[in-house]
């Protein structure tokens, strides 16, 4: 079984145990007024123990254990992200697990499990999908995923922005606007050509780092927004990112121009 494989699997797994709670969870807030469930809870210690199991000596950050790495190379989870959607029953929320080396994610999947979507990426291999609940369980049955490839950004586009953002963000471009609630949405989507752009406000590495993988092997770019820069390098703690972007290429200057942040 390779990496890929086995994260896979993982995933699979950590999704099903999600779904076991879907529905019949009751939420507390954190201290940054987000949910937080037992479900949470439950699929983090499930991906550590999996994680562990697999990939010895590998450490794991994640949202829900107030702990830190100190190695350079570790696995980053997100056992629900969109834990609000989760606790309403709105069945876009994903498990998201993404493997830094060096700062630089270099494997990564995202799963839906509610409506049977299954992102993976490795560094050099591509990205693939696995959608409508096939091939879950069999890469042999996942599509090559790729953003979109045209120039033009059309009134019926969609760009995501993440929760926070939307509350932050004046966009004056043609297309419209989805905020869906999932961060990693923003990452996925754009991977799979749906969305032309995303943005994210107010996030941690966790809500990044599969998604970074999966949309740059797509052929996305992930930038900061205000500077421009290329997000090269992702630091291993518990800390607030700047906002980001996340687009094909070919729309980058356009969506910069276009949001306003405030």
Known sequence: MTDLDALREIIRKAGELALSY?????????SDQSFVTEADKAVEDFLRSELAKNFPGVEV???????????????VVDPIDGTANFV???????????LVEHGTPIMGAV????????????????????????????????????????????????????????????VNLPCKVRSLGTAVACFTFVAKGSF?????????????????IIAKEAGADVIYLLTGEPIEKLALNREQLPPQLVAPPQFIDTLRQGIQFG
């Open 22 to 30: 879907y529905g019949r969870v009751t939420p507390s807030e954190k």
């Open 61 to 75: 950050l994640g949202e829900e254990v107030e702990s830190g790495v100190e190695k350079d190379v570790a696995w």
């Open 196 to 212: 032309i752009g995303g943005v994210l406000t107010d996030n941690r590495v966790w809500d990044i780092a599969a998604g970074w």
């Open 111 to 170: 799963y839906y499990p509610a409506f049977g979507e299954l992102y993976i990426a490795q560094k050099g291999k591509g990205a693939w999908l696995s959608d409508k609940g096939q091939g879950t369980r069999d890469m042999g049955q996942a599509r090559r995923i790729f953003v979109r490839q045209d120039n033009q950004i059309r009134h019926d586009d969609l760009l995501g922005l993440s929760t926070l953002s939307i509350k932050r963000m004046k």
């Open 88 to 98: 309403a029953g709105v069945p876009i929320w994903a498990v998201s697990v993404g």
